[in-house]
């Protein structure tokens, strides 16, 4: 069940390769944008950048993943190239438990930008905020490698299981 492991990993990669050319697309729009309107991005206060990011990239990110794991094929553009469905369980609950550190990276950089663009030392729970996520996303992978591939803990935690299709 190696390759499972391989597979999930390669189909991560590739629907992680479409959003960064979505953010990158964002990135460019508000760049310009910051530009013309001639908008330093360091002194937006972090719940509205939190907002902004939230809206433009996360929520689309949510809504591709649960939209094709929830559709006909069961998976994204990289799990049907890699094919591999994601069955059962609640789909809703499994993307926002795998995007669940993503945000609260994101957060934690909002605040972190912040506290810098202040000059201040960022608080404990600010080292929290980003610490967290990093130790949230390294548990992920460890259950996906102890369970050869089969389920992480958000696909435990939704009901949610791995099919290889052929």
Not at 54 to 72: C, H, S
Not at 88 to 117: C, D, Q, S, T
């Amino acid at each position: 069940m190696k390759r499972l492991v391989i597979r999930r990993l390669l189909a991560g990669m590739i629907d992680y390769g479409c959003i960064m050319v979505y953010a990158l697309i964002l990135l460019a729009i508000f760049s310009g944008v910051y530009f013309v309107l001639q908008v330093n991005p360091a002194t937006i206060h972090p719940l509205f950048a939190q907002s902004i990011g939230f809206l433009t990239l996360t929520l689309p990110v949510f809504i591709y993943f649960y939209r094709t794991e929830n559709g006909r094929y069961h998976g994204t553009l990289g799990k049907r190239a890699l094919k591999i469905k994601v069955v059962g369980g609640n789909i809703w609950l499994r993307n926002v438990l795998k995007l669940l550190p993503w945000e609260l990276g994101h957060a934690g950089v909002h605040w972190m930008i912040f506290f810098a663009n202040r000059e201040e030392e960022p608080s404990l729970w600010l080292w929290i905020l980003l610490i967290f996520p990093q130790l949230l996303t390294l548990s992920y992978w460890i259950s996906i490698l102890l369970s050869k591939g089969r389920r992480s803990i958000y696909d435990q935690l939704s009901k949610c299981r791995i099919k290889v299709t052929i």
